[in-house]
């Protein structure tokens, strides 16, 4: 089982998380989509003897501790640790591209993402809102964010939106449509036959039988009704302050919150370095870390590697299940 890694932007510490983790050894056969010259260049800045194996062929086996497979693609420009550049935001989404392309054609079996400047690849006049939509577009999928730490997986109906937005947004439609990929990707990329999810209400108190808000009411609880009819094991609208508690929590496979601020918070509280970013969803298995570029980590050696390792065997995981 082969997985393809983007290390996502060069000025990051994605580079960095990489290389540290091949001086050590990696836990599965991986193939690196980036520029040689950027990961010799790394190497050196933090004082690391990786040897390079140029392919682009996925990999049948590990590589030795101290080697990496990488499938060569060019920069646009210079990189210097910590600084960003428009001229690398081409570079940064071809490699995301080929490497998802791959996928889609089956020669890799999964995707491990590393952390990108959405800010800079905007900069350099190319619209682009993110991983999640980037792979959705190409696969023409309709995406759904998870993040996952041991113990709790926690879906998203809305993602990145602003608040004002978010109850115009949650929709029958939408609601009915996140909780059967989550249902069905649960089942088909985590192996579980029949998945506990634990729905969130909008509002304080799940509404409050409708003196805090109407949207429990007119909107999830007659789709979760809907699809219970359907074989689907469904719990709530449950009120967001007492979901994520034992009583609950410990009988659940997975919560559906229904906003980004809902329900990562309490996920990060409980696991940050060690979350990983699902996109469910797609017709392959992607996961990601769950940090940024941290560029003033950059070049000097002491980025934690916790969630591209978590990411890595995630993906592992979810591939041999």
């Known amino acids: 089982m082969s997985i393809v890694l983007t290390p996502g932007d060069p000025a990051g510490i994605g580079p960095d998380l990489i290389l540290q983790e091949a001086a050590t050894g990696l836990p599965c056969p991986l193939l690196v989509m980036a520029d040689p010259a950027l990961l010799q260049e790394r190497a050196m800045t933090l004082g690391l003897e990786i040897t390079l ?23 646009g420009g210079e990189c ?13 989404l071809e490699c995301l591209r080929i490497a998802a392309q791959g996928c889609l054609r089956g020669e890799y079996n999964a995707l491990v993402t590393g952390p990108v400047h959405k800010g800079i690849i905007n900069d350099a006049g190319i619209t682009f809102s993110g991983h999640t939509e980037f792979l ?3 696969s023409d999928a309709y995406p759904v964010m998870m993040l996952a730490c041991p113990g709790l997986r926690v879906a998203l109906a809305t993602t990145h939106l602003p608040l004002r937005n978010v109850s115009d947004t949650i929709t029958p439609e939408l609601l009915e449509k996140v909780l059967s990929i989550l249902h069905q990707d649960l089942r088909k990329k985590f192996g579980l036959s029949e998945p506990k999810i634990l729905v969130c209400g909008l509002n304080p108190h799940a509404g409050e039988g409708g003196h805090l808000g109407h949207e429990e009411q007119e909107v999830i609880s007659p789709v979760l009704e809907k699809l219970r009819r359907q074989g689907m094991q469904l719990l709530g609208p ?10 609950y929590l410990d009988d659940a496979d997975s919560v559906l919150a229904m906003y980004h601020d809902q329900g990562l918070p309490v996920l990060k509280h409980m696991g940050f370095g060690q979350a990983v970013n699902i996109t469910l969803g797609l017709p392959f298995i992607r996961t990601s870390v769950d940090h940024g570029t941290a560029l003033e980590l950059a070049g000097t050696g ?7 390792l978590a990411a890595i065997e995630q993906a592992h995981q979810m591939t041999r299940g």
């Open 53 to 75: 194996i140029e392919t682009r062929q996925a990999p049948n086996k590990a590589a030795d501790p101290g080697s990496l497979h990488v499938y060569p693609v060019a920069m």
């Open 80 to 92: 210097h640790p910590g600084q960003l550049s428009t001229n690398n935001a081409p570079y940064v």
């Open 136 to 138: 959705a577009e190409l």
């Open 238 to 247: 449950l009120p967001a302050d007492t979901a994520f508690t034992p009583r």
């Open 302 to 308: 002491r980025a934690d590697t916790g969630s591209l």
